[in-house]
């Protein structure tokens, strides 16, 4: 994985920027944790043991002041706090196509011959 530096922190790929670099309020989805390397280290083994898996929604809620750090991030049903440095090597897509969470249904129809009807509205 090749990191470049971006405006908004260190960026893997377009789009993608590293976990440590967040404000509060933001949400994405993990892409990818570690330095792609091939080896686990104890660090990222532990992050991945905590849920920060590929495919995760995740949310910053809080930071200290001053400094920013800890942090305080949701993944999945989890909240725990980090260190900027222990995020470092979580990489997220901070634009991601979140579903809609009312399936789409089909329009209301009535059978032949019955009448729907709502306050105001006869269907």
């Excluded at 991945?48 to 999945?76: K, Y």
Aim: with cysteine; glycine share 12%; aromatic share 6%.
């Amino acid at each position: 994985m090749d990191a470049v530096a971006a405006p908004g922190g260190v960026a893997l790929d377009p789009g993608y920027i590293s976990l440590s670099a967040l404000s509060p309020g933001t949400k994405g989805v993990i892409v990818s944790v570690g330095a792609g390397t091939g080896s686990l280290t104890p660090l990222v083994r532990r992050l991945l043991e905590f849920g920060f898996c590929s495919g995760e929604h995740i949310e910053i809620i809080a930071e200290a002041r001053p400094g920013r750090d800890p942090f305080v991030v949701r993944v999945g049903n989890t909240t725990l706090a980090l260190r900027r440095s222990e995020a470092e090597s979580i990489w997220v897509d901070t634009k991601p196509q979140f579903p809609s969470s009312r399936p789409p249904y089909p329009p209301l129809e009535a059978p032949k011959g019955v009448e729907i009807s709502r306050p105001g509205k006869v269907l």
